[in-house]
C-alpha cells in the first residue's frame, strides 16, 4: 500500500515569524495517518527542520544544484539541503522550468544527484493551457516523464506531481475525469518503465489550486496519493483541512 503524502511548497514566500504555522499544524498533526512534507525556501530550511524535530513533519527543498559542492555562486547542493535538515527536494517545477529555462534533462541530473544524497525527489510534470486546449496533455506528460526521471529511482526515493500549468494559482481545476485520465496515465507508464513493483510504489499527487473545498473530491480520483499545495501550505488553517481530507481519503 502506497502512503499518502500531503506536500507544501512555500514558494518564495516566509519569514522567520511563520515557523510558528509548521508548529501549529505539528500540534494539530501528532501522528498523522499521511505524511506531510514542507518545503519553505531555504533561508528557513534549517530553522524548519529544527521547529518539527520533535513531530511527524518533514521539511524538503524547492531546488538544488546538479553538483554537490563547487563554484556555483548561489546556488545550493542534494548534501547541503540533506545537511540542513531536508528529507525531500522539488525538481521541474513549472515555475523553475519557465522561469529559469530548466529542461527535461537538467531536471533529470538534478534528481540524480539528489537520490546519491538520500533525497527523494519530488519531480514536478504539467502541461500549459494551449497544450491542453490542443488536447497533446499526454504527448506533454509522457515526454517529461521519460526525460526527467533517471534510471535510478525507486518506490521510496522518487514522487511524480502532476500540476497543471493553468491551475497552478488560478483557481481553476481540471474535472475529476482529467486529473484521474493523467494519473493513470503516469501510473501505467512507471509501470512500463519501471516494472510493477516500482511503477505502483510510486506516489503520484496533484497540485494545482488544491483547498480545503476540493480536496476530498480529488483525493478520491485514482491513482491519486495525495497533493503538492502551494499557497494554502503557508497557513496551518488552510493546510490543516486538505490533510485530515487526505487521512480520511
Known amino acids: 500500500m502506497r502512503r ?16 510558528g504555522e509548521l508548529e501549529e499544524l505539528a500540534q494539530a498533526h501528532g501522528d498523522p495517518a499521511v505524511d506531510v512534507l514542507i518545503c519553505p525556501p531555504a533561508t528557513l530550511l534549517s530553522r524548519a527542520a529544527d521547529s518539527v524535530s520533535n513531530s511527524t513533519i518533514n521539511v524538503g527543498g524547492q531546488d538544488c544544484h546538479t553538483g554537490q559542492s563547487g563554484a556555483h555562486t548561489g546556488d545550493i547542493s542534494a548534501e547541503m539541503l540533506r545537511d540542513a535538515g531536508a528529507t525531500a527536494v522539488i525538481l521541474g517545477h513549472s515555475e523553475r522550468r519557465e522561469d529559469h529555462g530548466e529542461s527535461d534533462e537538467l531536471v533529470r541530473s538534478k534528481a540524480r544527484t539528489a537520490i546519491e544524497a538520500s533525497l527523494t525527489a519530488v519531480i514536478c510534470v504539467g502541461e500549459s493551457l494551449a497544450e491542453r486546449e490542443a488536447a497533446n496533455t499526454l504527448d506533454i506528460i509522457g515526454g517529461q516523464l521519460a526525460g526527467s526521471i533517471p534510471d535510478i529511482v525507486t518506490g521510496e526515493n522518487l514522487v511524480v506531481a502532476y500540476e497543471p500549468i493553468w491551475a497552478i494559482g488560478t483557481g481553476k481545476v481540471p474535472t475529476l475525469e482529467q486529473i484521474g485520465e493523467v494519473h493513470d496515465f503516469i501510473r501505467a507508464r512507471l509501470e512500463k518503465r519501471f516494472g510493477a513493483g516500482v511503477g505502483r510504489s510510486v506516489r503520484i499527487l496533484y497540485g494545482g489550486s488544491v483547498k480545503p473545498g476540493n480536496a476530498a473530491e480529488i483525493f478520491g480520483v ?9 499557497g494554502a501550505s503557508l497557513k496551518a488553517a488552510d493546510f490543516s483541512p486538505i490533510i485530515s481530507a487526505l487521512e480520511a481519503a
Open 222 to 230: 485514482s491513482n491519486v496519493d495525495g497533493a503538492l499545495v502551494g
Open 4 to 19: 499518502k503524502l500531503a506536500a507544501g511548497n512555500w514558494k518564495m514566500n516566509g519569514l522567520g515569524a511563520g515557523l
